[in-house]
């Protein structure tokens, strides 16, 4: 960080970090949710429901997901906190990597 201010290489991976966060929350409170079978009759739980659909949808199906009764062990929803993180951590990685100090190679004599 400079006098001036964070520079734009840590805005960009605060950013990343922190649209991985809310993701996870989504994706964890959906879980918790599920597991204590909280009924999608309430407001909040129906809302929370919708909204994390889309982002665990794409790991439905990997792992079997066991019910007694009303709870639910949903492991797409832990699959996608695992996955999101992990792509989070690549690209932050990947932008540091790009935007790092360039060194300069010179030749052996």
Avoid: D, K, Q
Wanted: glycine content about 6%.
């Amino acid at each position: 960080m400079t006098a001036a201010g964070p520079s734009a290489l840590s805005r960009w991976v605060r950013a990343i970090w922190y649209v991985t966060s809310v993701v996870n929350v989504l994706c964890a409170t959906r879980f918790v949710l599920r597991l204590l079978g909280a009924s999608s009759a309430s407001a909040f739980v129906s809302f929370e429901y919708r909204v994390s659909e889309p982002l665990v949808a794409p790991f439905r199906g990997i792992f079997p997901e066991p019910v007694s009764g009303h709870f639910m062990w949903e492991w797409s929803a832990l699959v996608a906190i695992a996955v999101y993180s992990l792509a989070a951590a690549g690209i932050v990685g990947l932008i540091r990597i790009l935007a790092g100090p360039r060194r300069r190679h010179t030749a052996i004599e």
